[in-house]
């Protein structure tokens, strides 16, 4: 069974920084685009960021210039790098990735997600 496995949240002060990790297990075949969501309390999830097996890579407005997207295909690992966090950045972080397994069709994957809380 494919999983998506994250980690790397935390509490973290204003300004600080924290890398999230997210690695994809199982029988994949292929994987196309990996990414991360947020959603805060009372809030719906929202993209954070994408990044394509190609390395395009795409970002929230809000979080331009501050987090960085990156992946290791050969370890089926996607992360993200995020500076300068701001309170407004605590939410709950879900990593996303469409994913093809052996003999089957790209189906699409979510984490279990990561507490990401950040102080003023």
């Known amino acids: 069974q494919v999983q998506l496995v994250e980690s790397g949240g935390g509490l973290v002060q204003a300004g600080g920084s924290l890398r999230l990790s997210c690695a994809a297990s199982g029988p994949i075949f292929r994987i196309n685009t990996m990414g991360w969501y947020r959603q805060a309390p009372g809030k719906q999830r929202e993209l954070v960021a994408t990044?394509?097996?190609?390395?395009?890579?795409n970002y929230a407005g809000s979080v331009w210039g501050r987090f960085t997207i990156s992946r290791d295909n050969a370890k089926n690992t996607v992360y993200l790098q995020m500076n300068s966090l701001k309170p407004e950045d605590t939410a709950v972080y879900y990593c996303?990735?469409?994913?093809?397994?052996?003999?089957?069709?790209?189906?699409?994957?979510w984490g279990q997600g990561t507490q990401v809380t950040v102080s003023s």
């Open positions: 990044s394509t097996s190609g390395g395009d890579t």
């Open positions: 996303n990735a469409d994913i093809r397994r052996p003999g089957s069709y790209f189906a699409n994957y």
